[in-house]
């Protein structure tokens, strides 16, 4: 190439550069370059997940759940046969309130690894973290229940045991559902994102296993508020946790898989099939005490149910990226 064939315009008898689009696939009559690269889709993490698993040891803290729903509606339900005339109800409603609040805080500490630590989240009192005012809610609960309890085997101290049970009564319910909240506070997808029902899901679980126990351990003849309880609480659990599962969308997905999906699928039968035998026990039972096995353990899996969900949703990225993508394109200007 000489020096003359160098114009203005550039080398004479030169084709012009191709400019390229990136992103825009060169197509049959069109100019432009093949992407090298292929458009990414989401897979992985670099294979490592995005969040922490939680730490908490299963049986302590999914038993903690489990017995902390136990212990908060067999208070109600101790309460109210009081209030009706029926002893025999509320003697075991009280044993097991005072019982599973017991092994409920020995599961705790053993989680936290020795006593001191659970009073040292009593120094201080913080009405926005659901872990503070749990720790206050067990400590203000546990001698409330434990009072009722000794008062009735007692059968003495009419008064202190009265003003125990109804105190109780009145915590009973926070003792029950405060649990989910405190999931819902976490970063874990399929804890996080069931914040509006998984309370639901809790109180219609500890009235399912507290109305368990109690048509195992009572007379039939004074039974009849404890299957009216059982049949309430499968109906509010089994129909919060469709609504959750429903509402969830991706976070939902660790419910049905693995072990999480066996246990919650068992609990959602066992739940339904001690209801249904509850209503029919009036006058069996035997039936009553099936009934109430079949609560027990349906309670039992749907919290080791949802505590497995979210350990296995925090391991997987897909459950952490994907949806903030989501949320990201639903706010973006046109979407």
């Known amino acids: 190439m000489s020096e003359s064939d160098v114009t203005r315009d550039g080398v004479r008898g030169a ?103 659970f009073l040292n989240m009593l120094r201080v009192c913080k009405p926005t973290s659901p872990m503070s005012v749990g720790s206050w809610l067990l400590a203000a609960y546990a001698p409330l229940a434990l009072t009722a309890a000794a008062a009735d085997v007692a059968g003495r101290y009419r008064l202190p045991g009265r003003a125990a049970t109804a105190a109780s009564a009145v915590l009973g319910p926070a003792v029950a559902t405060y649990t989910a909240v405190l999931l819902s506070d976490t970063a874990v997808p399929s804890w996080h994102e069931g914040y509006r029902e998984l309370p639901f899901v809790f109180a219609g679980s500890a009235a399912g296993t507290a109305s368990g126990l109690a048509l195992a351990a009572a007379p039939a003849a004074e039974a009849g508020p404890a299957r009216r309880f059982a049949v309430l609480g499968a109906v509010l659990e089994l129909g919060a946790l469709h609504t959750m599962k429903r509402r969830m969308g991706l976070a939902a997905k660790p419910f049905g898989q693995g072990r999480a999906g066996l246990l919650v699928r068992a609990s959602e039968l066992l739940t339904a099939g001690g209801a249904v035998l509850a209503a029919c026990s009036a006058r069996d039972r035997h039936l009553a005490a099936a009934a109430g096995a079949a609560l027990l353990a349906g309670s039992a899996a749907l919290r080791f149910g949802v505590f497995h969900a979210g350990v296995a949703s925090a391991a997987d990225p897909a459950y952490t990226v994907l949806p903030q993508r989501e949320r990201l394109e639903a706010t973006r200007p046109g979407s």
């Open 15 to 117: 084709r012009p550069g191709r400019e390229a689009v990136p992103g825009v696939p060169a197509g049959r009559g069109r100019r432009g370059e093949r992407p090298v690269v292929p458009e990414a889709e989401f897979a992985s993490y670099y294979g490592m997940p995005v969040l922490a698993e939680p730490p908490w040891k299963p049986l302590d803290i999914a038993g903690y759940l489990y017995l902390g729903g136990l212990a908060g509606a067999s208070s109600l339900l101790a309460a109210g046969a009081r209030l009706t005339g029926r002893p025999g109800l509320a003697a075991p409603a009280h044993t097991a309130a005072a019982a599973a609040v017991s092994l409920s805080l020995a599961a705790l500490v053993h989680d936290l690894g020795r006593p001191a630590r």
